[in-house]
């Protein structure tokens, strides 16, 4: 009786980590198949918005050869290069926000007390810029020419500036 008992007993453990294994093993198993379509749907979602950032940077200096070249002499050498004046003509453009009548580069009076300033540049090609200026109440955007003079200074010029209508807030 005693060796029969053992023999259950022995049994009974084998298919009890039998079981287990096998439960075990599909679980990893099903853990692995999530993890798997996870990844697929990051990765199709990194995909997607690396599209959507080339998309947007489409008209950028940055991604404009066309643009970057106007840039260089007939020698080859660039007069000024494009990493550089980014940023350059970007301060150029906001040091005109310390005007007392606001920057005159955002096509528009002052509507109030305060001055229309610029707060966000950017540069499209080797001749365009778009910003965005406000005054703390109104808003709005403009575009600008803008010309590397031979001494290397920037000249701007606005082409055409709107005001959005003001926003009436719902309560």
């Known amino acids: 009786m005693k060796k029969s008992l053992l023999l259950y007993l022995f049994i009974l ?3 009890f980590n039998v079981f287990t294994y096998m439960y075990y093993t599909k679980s990893s198993a099903d853990v692995k198949s999530r993890l798997e379509i996870k990844n ?5 979602s990194i995909a997607s918005l690396n599209s959507r950032f080339a998309d947007a940077n489409y ?3 940055e991604n404009n050869d066309n643009a970057q070249n106007y840039f260089e ?6 007069i000024i290069q ?12 906001k040091d005109f926000n310390a005007d007392p009548n606001g920057n005159p580069y955002t096509g ?4 109030g007390a305060n001055k229309f300033i610029i707060n966000k540049v950017k540069v499209l090609n080797h001749r365009w810029i778009i910003a965005d200026f406000s005054d703390g109440e ?34």
């Open 73 to 78: 002499s007939l020698s080859g050498d660039k």
């Open 40 to 44: 697929k749907k990051l990765t199709d």
């Open 82 to 93: 494009y990493e550089k004046l980014i940023p350059f003509v970007t301060e150029k453009l």
């Open 59 to 61: 008209f950028s200096l």
């Open 13 to 15: 453990a084998l298919l």
């Open 108 to 111: 528009q009076e002052k509507l």
């Open 138 to 171: 109104y808003w709005g955007e403009v575009l600008l020419k803008y010309f590397v003079n031979e001494d290397e200074s920037i000249s701007f010029e606005v082409n055409q500036s709107i005001i959005y209508q003001k926003q009436q807030h719902l309560k």
